[in-house]
T-cell receptor, first 113, second 112 residues
Framework: SQQGEEDPQALSIQEGENATMNCSYK?????LQWYRQNSGRGLVHLIL?????REKHSGRLRVTLDTSKKSSSLLITASRAADTASYFC?????????????FGAGTRLAVHP | EAQVTQNPRYLITVTGKKLTVTCSQN?????MSWYRQDPGLGLRQIYY???????DKGDVPEGYKVSRKEKRNFPLILESPSPNQTSLYFC???????????FGSGTRLTVV
């Protein structure tokens, strides 16, 4: 399967702790994106990391990409209750001239006050 | 405000009654796509469109149709809905091939 596979499936932490979610994929990619979804709502684009980048930061988010291991990680530092959501990685493949996003099943993050 | 607008948000219908879920974006995006989300299966792509009058099947296109007559609109049509199409549907758009997607708020469809 080309899709990203997130690990763990679920993560429960206390406010203030860091949360790390991992993503693995099977084929070469052009870039990789991370999205957040609050329960039953639309996905929100968090960050995009290109295949020639190794690390990217956005506020409390840090994303790494290791193309040799075909893996990525999303770190949320100093987590807050509002970070409670599902997080999806979406590797992007060029297929027929179109950027095809393949979503995994996601990591459900629960941040407890 | 830049956004993707889906309507309706909730819909309950009966088997076989044709329905359309509308999707509109105000960002002049070329690429648009429909996904369905089911528990344990994640998001699966139904159809996508690279530009006006250019559409193609995604991973789960059976039972669905789409059209792209205008750049901003990308409706999803269920000609004869069945209970296995009960799902949460999302429309998404992006400016260019490598960019992030903007998602709509979703349409929760129940077919009885």
């Amino acid at each position: 399967s080309q899709q990203g596979e997130e690990d763990p499936q679920a993560l429960s932490i206390q406010e203030g702790e860091n949360a790390t979610m991992n993503c693995s994929y099977k084929t070469s990619i052009n870039n990789l994106q991370w999205y957040r979804q609050n329960s039953g709502r639309g996905l929100v684009h968090l960050i995009l990391i290109r295949s020639n980048e190794r690390e990217k930061h956005s506020g409390r988010l840090r994303v790494t990409l290791d193309t040799s291991k075909k893996s990525s990680s999303l770190l949320i530092t100093a987590s807050r209750a509002a970070d409670t959501a599902s997080y999806f990685c979406a590797p992007i493949f060029l297929s027929g001239g179109y950027n095809k996003l393949i979503f995994g099943a996601g990591t459900r993050l629960a941040v407890h006050p | 405000e830049a956004q993707v607008t889906q309507n309706p948000r909730y819909l309950i219908t009966v088997t076989g009654k044709k329905l359309t879920v509308t999707c509109s974006q105000n960002m002049n995006h070329e690429y648009m796509s429909w996904y369905r989300q089911d528990p344990g299966l994640g998001l699966r792509q139904i159809y996508y469109s690279m530009n006006v009058e250019v559409t193609d099947k995604g991973d789960v296109p059976e039972g669905y149709k789409v059209s792209r007559k205008e750049k901003r609109n990308f409706p999803l049509i269920l000609e004869s809905p069945s209970p296995n199409q009960t799902s949460l549907y999302f429309c998404a758009s992006s400016l260019a091939r490598q960019d992030g997607y903007t998602f709509g708020s979703g349409t929760r469809l129940t077919v009885v």
